[in-house]
C-alpha cells in the first residue's frame, strides 16, 4: 500500500458505553430460560476494568481468571456474567497480543450472549472482539463475518446514522483494505463517512481522517483520478483548520499525493509536496522518526524513478540512520532502504558499495524470515548481479543457484521470477562459454515468458539473453535476428527508452563483429541519443565511446582510435579508480592500439596492470570456487588470456631496444603459463596438494573432500539440466535425489573443511597450478634435462597468431624464440604431417583405418616431420643436443608427438627411409606436461608409502567381432606360466556401428561385446607381468577383466598398491560414438548392463579409482585426447592423474595392435633390465627398436602415437 494509516482494536472509543453496561449487566431483560437474577453485580468486573484502563494486563488477567472460575462455579457456565468474565480475560489476554489464548474466550462470550441477548449491543461487543482477534492472527477471511455482525446489529439496536455505526463501517472497511480489494474498501468507506457526516459534526476531524484514508484505498486500487481529489480535499480542509497543517492527518495526505503524482510523471509537483511533508513531519515528531523515514523513503524513489541517483543516495542513508535508531540493526524497513541504496548504488556503478548493503539486507532477512523465505530470494538475486559485475562469478554462481532453490521451492512453474533467475544465470554462464549449461536456461525461461502474456514486456530481454549466447558461440547472423526483434518489439511499445539504448549497444557488437562497421555506428549513434537524456557519464555511455574506438580501430585507424581509448580508461578511472576491474577491458584496448602503433613500452606498462587486474581476480575466483565448490568456473586468467597474449607480444617487441632481454623473456615466460594451464594440470596439482599432505589419514581425507567435491559438481551440473525441463516433462525423483546427493556431499564438504582448515590450511593453495620462473623450473630438472614450453598467442594489434619456445636447461641461460612459422602455418604443419601417416592392419580403437597403398608416402612423412622440427625446435638445436626433453606443449601443438620430428633426413639413396632417418626418438628421451607448474609434482610421494604390488594389468576383454562369432579371447583368463610374449596374428574384422553401442545412460552391453577382440594383449600383460616379477593374479583377463573387478581392487586398496596399472585393451574418445560424452576404456561386458558396470570404464568412473601408481600404461588408442571441450589431456590422462597416477603412457592415434604389444613390452623390459631407466628413456628405447628394426616396423604411424606423460 502506497500510504497508509494505522490501525488498533478500538477498545478506547468504548471503554465509557462498558463502563454503564457493567453496572447493568445482570439486570437486562432476558429470555425465559436464562438464570436467575437476584443475584448483584459482582464488582470485580469494574476493578478489572479499571486495571486494563490502567494498562495493569498482567494483573487484571490473573483477577479475571479468578472471576471467572467463581462465576462458572457459582453461577453457570453459560451464564451473562461468565460471558463478561469470558470478554474481561480476552481483553486481558489482547492487550498483551496473545491472540491465540483470547479467541477462545470472545468465542464463550460471543455464544453466550447471542444465546441470551439476541441483538444486543454486548453482542455486538463481543463480534467486534472475535473479529479483531482473527484480524490480529492474520485470519482476514474468516474475521470480516464478524465484523459485519457487530455492524448489522449496531445499525438494528442503535440506528443506521449512529456514531457507532460509522466507526463500526470504518473498521470494516479497514479490514478489506488488509485483505487487499481496495476499491470495495473504499466503498465501505463512503458508508461510514456518510454515517458520519450525520452522527458527528461536519467540520469534526474524524471526517478529514476518514477522508484520507478513503482516498488512500483508492489508491491502492489503482483509481489515481478520485484518489487525487481525496488527498487534496484533506488538504483544502486542513487549510481551512479544520486539523492541523502540520498535523499526522495532514501530512499522510502530503505523502500519499506525493507518492501518487510521482507514479504519474509529475516529478516538480512530487518532490513539492515531498517536502512539505517533510516539514510538518519533522516539526511534529522531530528529525529521527518512522514516519519521517518514509518521507525520505518516497523521495529516494522519486529521485531513483528520474534516474537522479546521486539525488537519491542522501534520503536513502538518511532514512537508514532513522529506521535503525527507531528499529534496530535487525528490522525489516531496513531491509527494504537497504535494497533501494543498493539499487542506486548499482546504478551509479559502484558495485562494491552495492554488495556491502545487499549482505546487510541478506543477513536481516535470513534472520526474520529463514533461509529459505521467498524475501530472501529477492536479495540473492541482487547480490549476485554486483558479484557477476564485479567479476567475482564463482560467488555469483552460487548466489544465482540459491535463488533459483528458493523459487522451485516457493513458486508455480511458470513464474516470472523463475524464468528471470534463469535467464541471469544462462547470461553468466553464456559469458563464461559454458553454452551447453547455459542454452536449456536461456531457453527455459524464453518459453515460460513467451507463454505468459503478462511478460510480454520481458520476451525481449530474455531473447536478447539468448542472443548473446548465439554471438558468444559465434552465430552472429542468429545473434543479430534475436537483438533486432527485441529492439523493434521495445521501441513500439515504450518508445526511445534506455532499453532501446541497451539493445542498440548489443546491435553495434554483433555489427562489429561482422565488420559492418558503419551499421555499428548507426546503432551507436541511436544510443548515444538516449544515454545522453537517461544517464550520461554512465558506464553504459562510456561503452558507446569504447565500441566507436573499436571500430576505428578493426578498421585500422588506429590513430584515431587512440585519444577514444585513453578518454574511456580516464573515465572509468575517475569513476572506479586506478585498480578497479571495470577497467580491464579498456585497458586491453588501448594496449592493444599502442601495440599497433608501434608504442610497445607503453603498450606494456597498459597491459601489466591489465594483467595484474585479471590475475587478482583469478584468485579470488580460485578461492571462491573452492569454498562454494562450484569448481567449474572459468579462470579469469584463461577466460580473459587476450591480455598475456597481448603482453608476451610486446615484451617480445621491446627485445634488443635498450630493455633487459633475460628479464623480458622470465616475464614472458610467467605470463604465458596463465594462458596454458588445462584440466590435466589441475589433476597433477590436485594429487600433489595430497601428498603434500603427508601423513596417510589427513592426505585420505584430502582426497576424500576432492572426491566430494566432484560428486557435488556432477549432481549440480544435472540438477540445473533437471530444472530447465517444464515440471509437466521432469522426473521429479531424479530431481529429489540429485537434491539429496547435493545435501550429503556439502554436508560432508562442511565437515572436512572444518579439519583441513586447522590441520592443513595451504590445501586450497595448493590446488591451484601456479605459474613458475626459471630458477624453480631449473631447480626441479635433472642435470641432463631441458624444459621445452611452447605459448600460442592470438592476433594482436595487427599481428597474427604467434608460437613461442621457451628452452630452460639445468643450468646456463634460457633462450626465448619466436617461433619462424605463425600459429596457424604450425597447425596446418601437423594436420599434414598425421593426414600422412595412415595405420595398417589390425588396430585398437574404433577409428575405421584403410591400408598403405601409397610408395611416395615415407619421402613425403619424413620432409613434412623435418620441415616441422625446423619451425619449432630448431632454433633450440645446440641447446637440447644429448639431453633428455620435458616438453609443455601448446594447446594447438599438444597433438604433435615431438620425437616424431625429423632433424636429419637420409639421402635419395638410403633403403629404409624410416630406419635411416634422424628421428628425435632416436636421441632424445621425451616426457611431455600438461603446464610448467605440473614440473616435479608427481615427486613428492608421502613418506609413510606403503610396500606396494610391481604390475597390476588387465587385457583381453572378451569381445566377439562384428560376426558375433569370433572367439579367439576365450579360453585366455589367465597366464598360467606367464610364458614370453608371442605376438598375435592380425585379425580381419572391423569395427561395428559405433552409433550402436550406447543405450539410454548406460551402455549397450551387446553392442559393446561386438567390438574386435584383442587375445594378443593376454600376452602382453602376461609377459610384462613376468618382466616385473609379478605373480598370475595380478593379470585381470577375459571374465576378470570387468569394470566391477577394478571397482573392487580400488576399494579393498590393492590397486593403490600397484606401481604400474596397465590397460591393454580398446580406448573410445568422446565424441566418437553417439551416446559418449567422455573417454572410455573397453573391458569384458556384463550379461546386463548397470550404472556401475557397463562394460565402459569412463573418465568420470577412473576418478573414483584410488591410485598412488608411478606409471599407467594405457596401450590402447587415443588415450591421450581431450573430453571434446578442445583442450589435449583432458579425458582419461586427467582422470588418472586425478586417481593418483604419477605418470602415463598414452597414445596420440589408433595404435596398430602388433606395434603396441612390442612397445608396451618392450619398455616394461627395459625398466626391468634398469630400474634405473627413466620412463620416457624406456619408451624411447622401445620405439628405437622399432625403428630399427626397419620396413613397417619403423613407420611412425606404427611406433609414434606413444608418449609419456608426468614425471
Known amino acids: 500500500m502506497t500510504a497508509r494509516f494505522g490501525q488498533s482494536r478500538g477498545h478506547g472509543a468504548l471503554n465509557g458505553l462498558r463502563a454503564a453496561l457493567l453496572a447493568c449487566a445482570c439486570a437486562l431483560p432476558v429470555a425465559a430460560t436464562a438464570q436467575p437474577v437476584d443475584r448483584p453485580a459482582d464488582p470485580r468486573a469494574e476493578e478489572i476494568q479499571k486495571l486494563l484502563d490502567d494498562e495493569e494486563s498482567f494483573a487484571a488477567e490473573k483477577l479475571a481468571r479468578e472471576a471467572l472460575a467463581d462465576s462458572e462455579k457459582l453461577l453457570a457456565a453459560q451464564a451473562l456474567e461468565t460471558a463478561n468474565f469470558h470478554r474481561l480475560l480476552g481483553d486481558s489476554l489482547y492487550v498483551q497480543r496473545r491472540f491465540e489464548e483470547a479467541e477462545p474466550h470472545f468465542r464463550e462470550a460471543l455464544e453466550i450472549r447471542e444465546r441470551f441477548l439476541g441483538e444486543h449491543a454486548d ?196 532514512a537508514l540512520a532513522i529506521r535503525d535508531t527507531v528499529g534496530g540493526d535487525f528490522n525489516r524497513a531496513s531491509a527494504e532502504n537497504l535494497l533501494r541504496i543498493g539499487a542506486v548504488y548499482s546504478a551509479l556503478d559502484r558495485p562494491a558499495d552495492a554488495e556491502k548493503v545487499y549482505r546487510r539486507a541478506l543477513a536481516i532477512r535470513e534472520t526474520l524470515d ?140 554483433i555489427r562489429l563483429k561482422q565488420e559492418r562497421f558503419d551499421a555499428a555506428s548507426q546503432h551507436l549513434v541511436d544510443a548515444d541519443a538516449i544515454y545522453g537524456k537517461v544517464s550520461p557519464g554512465s558506464r553504459s555511455h562510456i561503452r558507446v565511446s569504447a565500441i566507436r574506438g573499436s571500430i576505428a580501430a578493426d578498421r585500422g585507424d588506429y590513430a584515431g582510435a587512440l585519444p577514444i581509448f585513453r578518454e574511456v580508461l580516464g573515465k572509468l578511472e575517475t569513476i572506479y579508480g586506478v585498480d578497479h576491474p571495470e577497467t580491464g577491458s579498456a ?103 595430497r601428498q603434500a599432505a603427508g601423513d596417510g589419514a589427513l592426505a585420505g581425507l584430502a582426497r576424500e573432500r576432492q572426491d566430494a567435491v566432484s560428486r557435488w559438481r556432477r549432481a549440480d551440473v544435472k540438477l540445473t539440466a533437471a530444472l530447465t525441463v517444464p515440471p509437466a516433462d521432469r522426473d521429479a525423483g531424479e530431481v529429489e535425489t540429485l537434491r539429496a546427493e547435493l545435501s550429503a556431499a556439502d554436508a560432508a564438504i562442511a565437515a572436512i573443511d572444518a579439519r583441513l582448515a586447522t590441520e592443513f590450511p595451504q590445501f586450497a593453495e595448493l590446488q591451484r597450478p601456479v605459474p613458475v620462473g626459471f630458477e624453480a623450473v631449473r631447480q626441479r630438472l635433472g642435470k641432463d634435462d631441458v624444459l621445452l614450453f611452447l605459448a600460442d598467442t592470438a592476433g594482436f594489434g595487427g599481428a597474427e597468431w604467434e608460437t613461442y619456445l621457451w628452452a630452460v636447461p639445468s643450468s646456463g641461460a634460457p633462450r626465448w624464440v619466436k617461433l619462424p612459422r605463425t600459429t596457424g602455418e604450425l597447425i596446418a604443419a601437423v594436420r599434414e604431417l598425421r593426414t600422412l601417416m595412415r595405420v595398417a592392419g589390425e588396430v585398437r580403437g574404433a577409428a575405421s583405418l584403410a591400408p598403405d597403398t601409397d610408395a611416395d608416402r615415407p619421402a613425403r612423412v619424413l620432409e613434412a616431420a623435418n620441415k616441422l622440427y625446423g619451425a619449432t625446435l630448431a632454433p633450440v638445436a645446440d641447446m637440447i643436443a644429448g639431453k633428455n626433453l620435458i616438453v609443455v606443449p601448446s594447446k594447438r601443438l599438444s597433438g604433435l608427438p615431438f620425437h616424431l620430428l625429423v632433424d636429419e633426413i637420409p639421402g635419395a639413396g638410403a633403403a629404409d627411409g624410416y630406419r635411416d632417418a634422424g628421428w628425435l626418438a632416436k636421441k632424445h628421451a621425451i616426457t611431455v606436461l600438461p603446464a610448467v607448474s605440473a614440473l616435479g609434482a608427481t615427486t613428492a610421494v608421502a613418506a609413510q608409502r606403503p610396500e606396494g604390488l610391481p604390475y597390476l594389468g588387465f587385457a583381453n576383454p572378451l569381445l566377439v567381432g562384428r560376426r558375433g562369432s569370433n572367439q579367439s579371447a576365450f579360453g585366455r583368463d589367465a597366464c598360467p606360466d606367464l610364458a614370453p610374449l608371442d605376438a598375435a596374428a ?153 586417481a593418483g597416477a604419477h605418470s602415463l603412457m598414452v597414445s596420440h592415434w589408433p595404435v596398430a595392435s602388433d606395434a603396441a604389444v612390442r612397445l608396451a613390452t618392450g619398455a616394461i623390459g627395459e625398466i626391468a633390465a634398469d630400474p634405473q631407466v627413466s620412463r620416457a628413456e624406456a619408451l624411447r628405447r622401445a620405439m628405437a627398436a622399432e625403428i630399427a628394426a626397419g620396413g613397417r616396423r619403423a613407420d611412425p604411424a606404427n611406433w609414434a602415437p606413444f608418449i609419456v606423460v608426468g614425471g
Not at 443 to 456: P, S, T, Y
Request: proline share 3%.
Open 123 to 318: 453482542t455486538a461487543v463481543s463480534a467486534a472482539d472475535l473479529g479483531y482477534t482473527l484480524r490480529n492472527q492474520g485470519r482476514l477471511e474468516e474475521a470480516e463475518p464478524y465484523y459485519r455482525q457487530a455492524l448489522d446489529i449496531r445499525i438494528a439496536v442503535l440506528g443506521a446514522q449512529h456514531p457507532e455505526v460509522a466507526k463500526s463501517w470504518q473498521r470494516l472497511a479497514r479490514l478489506v483494505d488488509q485483505r487487499g480489494d481496495h476499491l470495495r474498501a473504499a466503498g465501505l468507506m463512503d458508508e461510514a463517512l456518510a454515517a458520519g457526516r450525520v452522527a458527528f459534526q461536519a467540520t469534526d476531524p474524524v471526517l478529514v481522517e476518514w477522508t484520507g484514508e478513503r482516498a488512500a484505498m483508492l489508491h491502492d486500487g489503482g483509481n489515481l483520478e478520485e484518489a487525487e481529489k481525496g488527498y487534496r480535499e484533506v488538504l483544502r480542509l486542513a487549510a481551512q483548520g479544520i486539523v492541523d497543517t502540520d498535523g499526522a492527518v495532514a501530512a499522510t495526505a502530503m505523502v500519499g499525493l506525493a507518492n501518487l503524482l510521482s507514479a504519474t510523471d509529475r516529478p516538480e509537483e512530487a518532490e513539492t509536496m515531498y517536502r512539505a511533508a517533510l516539514a510538518a513531519r519533522e516539526r511534529m515528531y522531530g528529525q529521527v522518526h518512522a514516519t519521517v523515514a518514509s518521507v525520505l523513503e518516497g523521495m529516494g524513489r522519486l529521485y531513483e524513478r528520474q534516474q537522479r541517483y546521486a539525488d537519491a543516495l542522501p534520503p536513502y542513508l538518511r
Open 986 to 1138: 592380425a585379425g580381419d574384422e572391423t569395427m561395428p556401428e559405433l552409433s550402436t553401442l550406447f543405450r539410454g545412460a548406460v551402455a549397450d552391453v551387446d553392442a559393446v561385446r561386438l567390438l574386435e577382440p584383442l587375445p594378443e594383449t593376454a600376452d602382453e600383460a602376461c609377459a610384462i607381468a613376468a618382466q616385473l616379477g609379478a605373480n598370475a593374479s595380478a593379470v585381470k583377463l577375459g571374465e576378470f577383466a570387468t569394470e566391477t573387478e577394478a571397482k573392487r581392487l580400488s576399494q579393498s586398496g590393492e590397486m593403490t598398491r600397484a606401481r604400474i596399472l596397465h590397460f591393454a585393451t580398446h580406448g573410445l574418445v568422446s565424441g566418437e560414438l553417439q551416446g559418449l560424452i567422455e573417454p572410455a576404456i573397453v573391458l569384458t561386458p556384463p550379461a546386463a548392463a548397470s550404472p556401475d558396470d557397463d562394460g565402459l570404464l569412463t573418465a568420470s568412473e577412473v576418478t573414483t579409482l584410488k591410485l598412488d601408481a608411478d606409471w599407467v600404461i594405457l596401450s590402447a588408442c587415443n588415450t591421450a585426447a581431450g573430453d571434446g571441450g578442445g583442450e589435449a589431456l583432458s579425458g582419461l590422462a586427467r582422470a588418472f592423474f586425478y
Open 370 to 509: 529463514g533461509l529459505e523465505a521467498r524475501s530472501v530470494a529477492d536479495v540473492l538475486r541482487v547480490l549476485a548481479g554486483t558479484l557477476r559485475a564485479q567479476d567475482r562469478l564463482a560467488e555469483a554462481e552460487s548466489a544465482y543457484k540459491r535463488t533459483i532453490a528458493i523459487d522451485e521451492a516457493t513458486l508455480p512453474p511458470d513464474h516470472p521470477y523463475l524464468a528471470f533467475d534463469m535467464m541471469l544465470l544462462g547470461v553468466m554462464f553464456s559469458g563464461q562459454q559454458r553454452f551447453v549449461e547455459a542454452r536449456p536456461l536461456l531457453e527455459r525461461a524464453l518459453a515460460i515468458m513467451e507463454g505468459n502474456k503478462a511478460l510480454a514486456a520481458s520476451v525481449p530481454v530474455a531473447r536478447t539473453a539468448l542472443a548473446s549466447l548465439l554471438f558468444a558461440q559465434g552465430d552472429l547472423d542468429g545473434a543479430a535476428d534475436l537483438t533486432a526483434r527485441s529492439l523493434q518489439d521495445v521501441r513500439e511499445a515504450r518508445g526511445e527508452v534506455r532499453e532501446v539504448a541497451d539493445l542498440s549497444v548489443v546491435m553495434a557488437q
Open 587 to 689: 585497458r586491453f584496448e588501448l594496449g592493444r592500439t599502442l601495440f599497433a602503433l608501434g608504442e610497445f613500452a607503453e603498450a606494456s606498462q597498459v597491459l601489466e596492470k591489465g594483467a595484474e587486474l585479471v590475475q587478482r581476480m583469478a584468485e579470488v575466483d580460485a578461492a571462491t570456487a573452492f569454498q562454494t565448490r562450484t569448481g567449474n568456473v572459468e579462470d579469469q586468467a584463461i577466460a580473459r588470456g587476450a591480455v598475456f597474449d597481448g603482453l608476451v607480444k610486446s615484451y617480445d617487441r621491446l627485445r634488443g631496444a635498450g630493455a633487459d632481454d633475460d628479464a623480458l623473456a622470465e616475464k614472458a615466460f610467467l605470463i604465458a603459463q596463465r594462458v596454458i594451464e588445462s584440466q590435466a594440470a589441475h589433476a597433477l596439482a590436485q594429487m600433489a596438494a
